[in-house]
Every structure is written in C-alpha cells, then in structure tokens.
T-cell receptor, first 116, second 112 residues
C-alpha cells in the first residue's frame, strides 16, 4: 500500500519550455502532497507543500511564479516549471501523506529534468 | 528550526557485516523519526520509523534506536547484503507537521 506514482521519470527539453510533472497517490487519498528538489549527491530540499483545494505553501527562496503547483484532487498534484532554464535542471521528487497527522510521507520515484 | 546531522557520509562494509548510521537532531519537540533508502535514480523509500514513545524498533535485519535525552537515533543493518547498497537518509519531524527535516545522507556500499 501507499504507492506514489510520478510522471514523467525523465524530461529533456529546450530552454524556455514549460514542463509539467504529475504526482499521483495510487491507493490512498492525500490531502497534502510535497515537492522536493534534490541536487546530485545532496539531500532533499522541500520546495513547497501542496494542499488539496487551496494554494500551495512555498518555502523561503522558492519562486511561486516559477514553480506552479496545482492540487485539484485528493490523488493528484502537479508541478509546472515555467520557462525552464539550465539552472532548473535537477531531480524533482514528490511525496504524499495518507490521511492526517501522524502518517509517514511516501515518495514517488522522481523526475529528472534536464534543460538544454 | 530543526537541524539533523548524519554520519558517516559514506560507509563500506563486507557482505554479512553490520552497518550503523547515526543521526542527531536539535529540536526536542521532534517526535517522529523515519529512515529512507534511496537507490540510484529512484525516490526515497521508507524502510523503518520510530516514534518518541519507544526506544527501539526492529524489522528483520533492520533496527532503529532512539535516545531522546541525547537527541540522537541510529539505524542498524545486520547481515548486510549487496542489495542493501544505497543512500540512506534519516529525518525528524513533529507528528502532524508538514516539514520533514532530512539528514545529509549516507552512501552505503556492501562489498560482496
């Protein structure tokens, strides 16, 4: 149980393109989903918390107009990297938490984004 | 805010030996401590967790210990196998909080 699916697994695109990444909870409902960014050989950095039916909460230093988050249902959150540039190249990982409170976060398999 | 430190950053062990990874945290309010295993090109997978009301938890070859007074917790893997090779992250948070504070990771290599 508690499977999180992330798509696509890899994206290569030109500078200036907008890229959408999907995160789905397959066997549970997730009021809250999370988006992380991970640089090579580094730990995960929380970018934003995605709340179903309301605006996402962004961490300090993360541009909300650059990284658009939509959480329109209890099983789907999307992250759109707008007008991507080479410095946006990274490994993006989502997670979802079943129910409320004391349930652990379960992670997707990540999306490797490469901007040429 | 919470600060989680993790050691060592790399660890190599012979197959069959034990591996121990240690983490410390700074916020005494943290009460939930999960451990994640991340294989190359994959997302982190939860392998074991512990809450502050217990001092030790075991699941087959994996165990976690927690010392609330000293604010440190450790992951123990016994009888290591090559498939245990991965990067392991500890984390700390408060129950119900959104932020999961990760350690810096430990790259474990099990040598056949």
């Amino acid at each position: 149980g508690a499977v999180v699916s992330q798509h696509p697994s890899r994206v290569i695109c030109k500078s200036g393109t907008s890229v959408k990444i999907e995160c789905r909870s397959l066997d549970f409902q997730a009021t809250t989903m999370f988006w992380y960014r991970q640089f090579p050989k580094k730990s995960l950095m929380l970018m934003a918390t995605s709340n179903e039916g309301s605006k996402a909460t962004y961490e300090q230093g993360v541009e909300k107009d650059k990284f658009l988050i939509n959480h329109a249902s209890l099983t789907l959150s999307t992250l759109t990297v707008t007008s991507a540039h080479p410095e946006d190249s990274s490994f993006y990982i989502c997670s979802a938490r079943p129910g409320q409170g004391n349930q652990p976060q379960h992670f997707g398999d990540g999306t490797r984004l490469s901007i040429l | 805010g919470e600060n989680v430190e993790q050691h060592p950053s790399t660890l190599s062990v012979q197959e069959g030996d034990s591996a121990v990874i240690k983490c410390t945290y700074s916020d005494s309010a943290s009460n939930y401590f999960p451990w994640y295993k991340q294989e190359l090109g994959k997302g982190p997978q939860l392998i074991i967790d512990i809450r502050s009301n217990v001092g030790e938890k075991k699941d087959q070859r994996i165990a976690v210990t927690l010392n609330k007074t000293a604010k440190h917790f450790s992951l123990h893997i016994t009888e290591t196998q090559p498939e245990d090779s991965a990067v392991y992250f500890c984390a700390a948070t408060q129950t119900g909080a959104n932020n999961l504070f990760f350690g810096t990771g430990t790259r474990l290599t099990v040598i056949p």
